[in-house]
């Protein structure tokens, strides 16, 4: 028995895992992220509230303006206001300097060099979500069709290839029509954060844990919750311990990420960290999830708005979403990634109705569920699935008509 347990932790994937990438299968994948994606925006786009002249300046609106700041001025104090000293830091500098990139190449403005960024990694994003979803179901269904010992595995048929590459496709949907999704398509770092987190899964699959371990320094740089992807590194190490490049990997991992502290560390004038800042300007600190039940408890008891009651509906999905996932057979890396980006969020201070925005990279979540779903009947599939994309579509456009502060 603790052979087989340990077995199973340093091979949580089927192995070898079969090459499922092709150009067919990836632009399956870019049109079904298309399907979802575009209509909900042209719902939005027929409701831009009157304070804002464009769908584009929506589109680029609250931290947008942040990270237009940075992408024109880095992070020099004199190319901004006295108020804005230090909170400019709280943004991490990968998702600003790839535009700042873009706009040198192309000469375009801050917004469609944004929005290019944007649209293009939500795109890749999918092609990875898509080869995730299809490995995942080829380890879980072959392993579910065997007896106990996991090591016995269903040789791989034309039909389970087909089957578990719909199940990466119903994963595309599920993750495009997610609540907050239509962060994707705007001037926010959560559709760059989510492509290197998936392609850094899907390498970490394949164990290819130095491409996985750059990818994850990578992601450092964008995003503070890739912590998530260093612990989903460093477990994956433990479990792998034989191997050095797994060792190198989580290593090497953190450092774009601690680089960056270490910047703001030197840079700041009025704060002592990034932490503080974080706290100071968004009062986001780590309570244990203190704040988490009291907005849940305040919807419960006495507020009605309709913007707080969506959000810890959400939550409280989500919660449900991560025991489900726990008592699935994913294997249990990516799991673990989707665990602990819901914990960043939960279980700290904030704005509650910035959650499910933050909550959109922990897309791992999805996967028994678009597992579940690929064995239901088609007719039954295509209602869920539509009834899913609706929902997070209605949020959206909520989110971004409707409610008139920062997401």
């Known amino acids: 028995m603790l052979h087989r347990t340990l077995s199973a932790l340093s091979r949580p994937w089927r192995a070898p895992l079969p090459p499922l990438f092709t150009w067919s299968f990836a632009g399956w994948a870019c049109l079904v992220f298309a399907a979802v994606r575009i209509p909900a925006v042209l719902w939005i786009a027929m409701r831009v ?26 992070y020099d104090p004199h190319a901004r206001g ?170 090497i991992a953190p450092l774009g990420w601690l680089g960056y502290l270490a910047y703001v560390q030197h840079h700041l004038v009025r704060y002592h960290s990034w932490f503080e800042v974080q706290n100071r300007a968004w009062h986001s600190t780590f309570d244990f999830g203190q704040a988490t039940l009291r907005d849940i408890g305040r919807v419960l008891t006495t507020d009605t708005y309709p913007t707080y009651q969506l959000a810890v509906l959400i939550i409280v999905a989500t919660v449900l979403l991560c025991l489900y996932a726990v008592r699935s057979s ?39 569920v678009a597992l579940t779903i690929a064995r239901l009947p088609r007719s039954v599939r295509v209602v869920a699935v539509s009834a899913w994309v609706v929902f997070g579509m209605y949020v959206g456009m909520h989110m971004m008509t409707v409610w008139p502060y920062p997401i």
Do not use: K
């Open 49 to 74: 509230p009157a304070r804002y002249a464009s769908l584009g300046d929506l589109l680029s609106a609250w931290d947008g303006q942040w990270f237009a700041q940075i992408a024109a001025g880095g």
């Open 82 to 251: 006295s108020a804005a000293v230090d909170l400019v830091f709280a943004f991490f500098p990968g998702y600003p300097g790839v535009v700042a990139a873009v706009q040198q190449v192309t000469g375009v403005s801050f917004v469609p060099a944004a929005l290019t960024v944007s649209i293009l990694a939500s795109l890749g994003c999918a092609i990875c979500v898509a080869e995730m979803g299809a490995l995942t179901a080829l380890t879980v269904w072959s392993r579910r069709a065997t007896a106990e010992d996991d090591d016995s595995l269903l040789p791989l048929t034309a039909d389970l290839v087909r089957r578990a590459r719909q199940a990466g496709l119903i994963m595309v949907a599920l993750f495009a029509g997610s609540p907050m999704a239509v962060v994707l398509t705007m001037t926010y770092t959560e559709a760059l954060f989510c492509v290197l987190a998936a392609a850094a899964m899907v390498h970490m699959m394949r164990g290819r844990w130095l491409t996985a371990g750059v990818i994850v320094l990578l992601a450092g740089l964008v995003r503070p919750n890739a912590v998530a992807l260093f612990l989903t590194l460093g477990l994956c190490a433990l479990a792998n311990y034989r191997q050095w490049r797994v060792w190198v990997a989580t290593f």
């Open 330 to 368: 994913v294997p249990w890396p990516l799991t673990v990634y989707g665990l602990a980006v819901v914990a960043s969020v939960l279980l700290s201070d904030g704005v509650t109705a910035s959650r499910p925005r933050l909550l959109t990279p922990a897309f791992t979540l999805y996967l028994p």
